[in-house]
């Protein structure tokens, strides 16, 4: 059975950092592209980063690029999202999924797992 988990979301200032984790386990982690998306009170949950299978290919929502970096570590089977500069429009329940193939997808319909969520606030 396959179960992900987040955690280290919280209460942070507009401009400050947060780092999330994403503890995988129940498949063969390094054999999956991972991904992050969010979801806003009212809004559909939307794409945030993607990660292929050894971290060589990456993709980002435009929203978060250059300030959001996803990343992997497959020995420790955990996923990774470092978010800098954060806005109060980054506020959302994140969420980390994985895909039952190898390369990076961008739509929710290409995730097969899901975790609970960790909610991220940003205060303005």
């Known amino acids: 059975q396959v179960q992900l988990v987040e955690s280290g979301g919280g209460l942070v200032q507009a401009g400050g950092s947060l780092a999330l984790s994403c503890a995988a386990s129940?498949?063969?982690?390094?054999?999956?592209?991972m991904g992050w998306f969010r979801q806003a009170p009212g809004k559909e949950r939307e794409f945030v980063a993607t990660?292929?299978?050894?971290?060589?290919?990456?993709a980002y929502a435009d929203s978060v690029k250059g300030r959001f970096t996803i990343s992997r570590d497959n020995a420790k089977n955990t996923v990774y999202l470092q978010m800098n500069s954060l806005k109060p429009e980054d506020t959302a329940v994140y969420y980390c999924?994985?895909?039952?193939?190898?390369?990076?997808?961008?739509?929710?319909?290409?995730?097969?797992?899901w975790g609970q969520g960790t909610q991220v606030t940003v205060s303005s």
């Open positions: 990660i292929s299978t050894t971290g060589g290919t990456t």
């Open positions: 129940g498949r063969t982690f390094s054999s999956y592209a």
């Open positions: 999924a994985q895909r039952t193939r190898a390369w990076i997808a961008t739509t929710r319909e290409n995730y097969a797992y």
